[in-house]
Nanobody
Framework: QVQLVESGGGLVQAGGSLRLSCVAS????????MGWYRQAPGKQRVQVAL???????NYLDSVKGRFTISRDNAKNTVYLQMNSLKAEDTAVYYC??????????????WGQGTQVTVSS
């Protein structure tokens, strides 16, 4: 059974920083891409940042220059460093991990979500 455990969310003032972590455990196979999504109240879930297995990154335009995604393959962990936070960054943040295994093929796994609230 695969489990993604997120941590690091919370309440922060505008201009502050938070670091999210997501650890994948279980029979997850070979991890390919890892990413972070967010969903604000009444809005659709959107991709915030993505990092490939080769380390290539992609960011939502509104977070470029403020957020940094990284991964530790030895620990099956993905991080999201969020600096200069704004009120509009308030959302539930979800970790996403894509993997490949011979039994399941390509599979996407999701964390339970962690709340990030930025007060203005």
């Amino acid at each position: 059974q695969v489990q993604l455990v997120e941590s690091g969310g919370g309440l922060v003032q505008a201009g502050g920083s938070l670091r999210l972590s997501c650890v994948a455990s279980g029979s997850i196979g070979s991890i390919t891409a890892m990413g972070w999504y967010r969903q604000a109240p009444g809005k659709q879930r959107v991709q915030v940042a993505l990092i490939s297995e080769l380390g290539n990154t992609n960011y939502l335009d509104s977070v470029k220059g403020r957020f940094t995604i990284s991964r530790d393959n030895a620990k099956n962990t993905v991080y999201l460093q969020m600096n200069s936070l704004k009120a509009e960054d308030t959302a539930v943040y979800y970790c996403n991990v894509d993997s490949f295994s011979r039994g399941l093929g390509y599979t996407a796994y999701w964390g339970q979500g962690t709340q990030v609230t930025v007060s203005s």
